[in-house]
T-cell receptor
Framework: DGGITQSPKYLFRKEGQNVTLSCEQN?????MYWYRQDPGQGLRLIYY???????QKGDIAEGYSVSREKKESFPLTVTSAQKNPTAFYLC???????????FGPGTRLTVT | AQSVTQLDSQVPVFEEAPVELRCNYS??????LFWYVQYPNQGLQLLLK??????LVKGINGFEAEFNKSQTSFHLRKPSVHISDTAEYFC?????????????FGKGTKLTVNP
């Protein structure tokens, strides 16, 4: 089955720790995205990558970092510099046409 | 910059009633438009999309949307809702000034279907 997997589903960390969220896709898509979702805020773009070894900042990149070493994988690191990291994080990928994106099931990160 | 406005943050309706979720976007040039649905603690699922051609677009689960270029709107409709339609719905746009590689989302509309 083709799709996007994110792991883990729930993640708990202490303040001051970096944490890495996994995103893998087997859709053979070139472009991948990370979004943050907070209640009532919609989805906000953190980072995106249109090709391996290249990525761009989105609207709220501060306190986050990414890498794109393989086409299938786009991990997101939430660093200790992110002031309010507790949120629901969604990964997506895009095929060739017209901006349509496919989403993973999400990771809910709680930092205390 | 591109923007999307979903005019209602919450819409309560009774089962089997019709529903319309409203979406307006800001671009004056050609865009692509999407509606996504999100069930609690899940990712987003594409309901339907407008790329070009017919302004009435049919999607999954009996939903449809109408693209109105003059009013820059893309409202989502369903003639008769079920309890299972309870979810959050997001309108999104790409293309136009923002380019097609990124989607801009509205803040979402929570649809609650009551028995």
């Amino acid at each position: 089955d083709g799709g996007i997997t994110q792991s883990p589903k729930y993640l708990f960390r202490k303040e001051g720790q970096n944490v890495t969220l996994s995103c893998e896709q087997n859709l053979n898509h070139d472009a991948m995205y990370w979004y943050r979702q907070d209640p009532g805020q919609g989805l906000r773009l953190i980072y995106y990558s249109q090709i391996v070894n290249d990525f761009q900042k989105g609207d709220i990149a501060e306190g986050y970092s990414v890498s794109r070493e393989k086409k299938e994988s786009f991990p997101l690191t939430v660093t200790s510099a992110q002031k309010n990291p507790t949120a629901f994080y969604l990964c997506a990928s895009r095929g060739l046409y017209a901006g349509e994106q496919y989403f993973g099931p999400g990771t809910r990160l709680t930092v205390t | 910059a591109q923007s999307v406005t979903q005019l209602d943050s919450q819409v309560p309706v009774f089962e089997e009633a019709p529903v319309e979720l409203r979406c307006n976007y800001s671009s004056s040039v050609s865009v692509y438009l999407f509606w996504y649905v999100q069930y609690p603690n899940q990712g987003l699922q594409l309901l339907l999309k407008y790329l070009s051609g017919s302004t009435l677009v049919k999607g999954i689960n009996g939903f449809e949307a109408e693209f109105n270029k003059s009013q820059t709107s893309f409202h989502l409709r369903k003639p008769s809702v079920h309890i299972s339609d309870t979810a959050e719905y997001f309108c999104a746009v790409s293309g136009g000034q923002g380019g097609s590689e990124k989607l801009v989302f509205g803040k979402g509309t929570k649809l609650t279907v009551n028995p």
